[in-house]
């Protein structure tokens, strides 16, 4: 690989990108993003005035704290407020955190976002309190600066983009060492029982679920895409936290494990078939090329929240692709195919790292090593079928492919990585191992683990994703912003989900499952 070469490439793509974000700033940008906010301030502020929301007592000790954060001009916002007078109609002792302390690399628009979301809560009948009134207390060094490092992943869409994420961790640092030590204030001061927050990761909200367990406090949190809303009430959305509590759930009763493992594989299938909401590939492709002796690699996004803070073998993405292509090709005569992540040909979705290109460099057209893109129309499941193996670190097609027979093998922390699903690798040596035990077909599936890997499929793909257009997308917050709380609130089960205390994957499950019964 040239150095040289790959390091003047990153310097001229800081520059260029610099350059443009800058340029839009001064040009048009801040002003756009201000005027769409403040559009979107006015219909929150006449669906607040529809409500007639009047004080209500409250019946709960249990104290619950909504967090309030400005998300990129987003109506997320919006939509945490609106949950937080939900459960204040419902008696719930409920407070408003205002995360008022700039964030990220445009201060004044998350300034402007305070201001705008301040003039609502104030007119509230809910308890409302600032994040910038509390006074600083402890501070970890090593906590905020892994909490950088993952902002700047997701900033740069990537890990290898080092000149920009430098530059990215800088800004966010400086940022996130005063709003940590008011967060530990908040935590030791106000003693919550549960915080209810927005991703989990990504800049304030990530810091949350740091003092969870020194506080014993629970958090929930959400994330939505168009027209679906995930919910974990014990963690981090994005990461599934709530799996433990529904796959528990599931094979306790003979009855409900049966019924699981039967839709995980219906599910399997629909998606196979490009009959599922998140089906990526076209029903069947011709892959004859490749043979049937080949591993399989499937990759990640990096940037993804779903990936962030899961490495547990390997530091980066890049070093696990290039170690694991490094070991088939010294220590057999196999095949690697590398295969990116199909969501990745969408542009706002992809990542920043060129694989490819690093691939050819450092290998040098070996046809050994097989990389396909994610604009190329393959499907992955005709490809993991006709592999010895799968290799991966957190997508659901690792499961799918236990599903389908495939042995698996992972090196990350993700949700279903110790639930005798997987190969799980928690060393290089036993990573190796694993891999050549595949090579010689050693590495086995059993029924129990083909059982389970179909309970996890109906529990994440079937059960986790909430269909509904209460959700903080913008396109979705248009439409019911319209609305008043009691059309919104009936039979809203993330809202039950909260007043429960149970997983809306369980939730849903049950619903599913009250007609067999």
């Not at 093998?409 to 891999?435: P, Q, R």
């Amino acid at each position: 690989m040239n150095n040289k070469t790959n390091w003047t490439d990153d310097v001229l793509t800081t520059i260029r990108r610099l350059y443009n974000s800058i340029k839009y700033t001064i040009g048009v940008g801040i002003k756009i993003n201000i005027s769409r906010f403040f559009l979107d301030y006015l219909k929150f502020k006449k669906f607040i005035e529809n409500q007639k929301v009047e004080k209500v007592e409250t019946t709960d000790d249990k104290k619950i704290c909504i967090a309030v954060i400005p998300w990129d001009g987003s109506a997320v916002p919006w939509y945490s407020i609106t949950l937080a007078l939900m459960l204040y109609k419902k008696g719930k002792n409920v407070f408003i955190l205002s995360d008022d302390i700039p964030f990220g690399d445009d201060e004044l628009f998350h300034k402007v976002q305070s201001k705008l979301i301040f003039k609502i809560l104030k007119k509230l009948p809910i308890k409302l309190i600032k994040l910038s009134d509390y006074k600083s207390l402890e501070r970890s060094s090593s906590e905020i600066r892994y909490l950088s490092k993952l902002n700047s992943i997701h900033y740069t869409h990537g890990e290898t983009n080092q000149a920009l994420r430098e530059s990215y961790e800088g800004i966010v640092e400086k940022q996130l060492n005063p709003i940590y030590s008011k967060i530990a204030s908040l935590y030791k001061e106000e003693n919550f029982t549960q915080i209810i927050s927005p991703g989990g990761i990504w800049g304030t909200s990530g810091i949350f679920p740091l003092f969870a367990e020194k506080y014993n406090t629970q958090i929930t949190t959400y994330d939505s895409g168009e027209d679906c809303l995930v919910m974990n009430i014990y963690g981090v959305a994005a990461q599934v936290k709530d799996f433990p509590y529904s796959f528990d759930k599931l094979l306790k009763d003979s009855q409900e494990k049966n019924f699981a493992i039967e839709k995980g594989q219906e599910q399997l299938q629909k998606r196979r078939a490009g009959n599922d909401i998140l089906s990526y590939f076209p029903a069947t492709t011709n892959i004859s090329e490749f043979g049937n002796d080949y591993y399989l690699l499937l990759l990640n996004s990096a940037w993804d929240s779903a990936t962030l803070g899961l490495h547990t073998v390997y530091d980066t993405m890049i070093d696990w692709m290039f170690d694991s292509i490094e070991w088939v090709l010294n220590n057999t005569n196999k095949t690697i195919i590398i295969r990116q992540h199909p969501e990745e040909r969408t542009e706002t979705l992809n990542n920043t790292d060129s694989y490819k290109k690093e691939i050819k460099n450092r290998f040098n057209k070996n046809k050994r090593v097989i990389f396909i893109e994610a604009k190329k129309d393959i499907n992955t499941y005709d490809l993991i079928e006709n592999s010895l193996c799968v290799i991966g670190f957190s997508s659901t097609i690792i499961v799918e492919s236990v599903v389908l027979g495939k042995p698996a093998i992972i090196v990350s922390s993700t949700y279903y990585a110790n639930y005798g699903i997987v190969y799980n690798a928690n060393s290089k040596k036993e990573y190796y191992e694993y891999l050549q035990k595949a090579s010689y077909k050693e590495l086995k599936i059993t029924q129990d683990m083909k059982d389970k890997a179909s309970i996890s499929n109906y529990i994440t793909q079937t059960c986790n994703w909430y269909e509904t257009k209460f959700t903080p997308v913008r396109e979705n917050y248009f439409a019911w912003c319209k609305l008043t709380l009691e059309e919104l609130e009936k039979d809203y089960l993330p809202l039950e989900a909260i007043l429960k205390n149970t997983p809306l994957s369980i939730l849903q499950h049950e619903n599913n499952f009250k007609d067999v019964k």
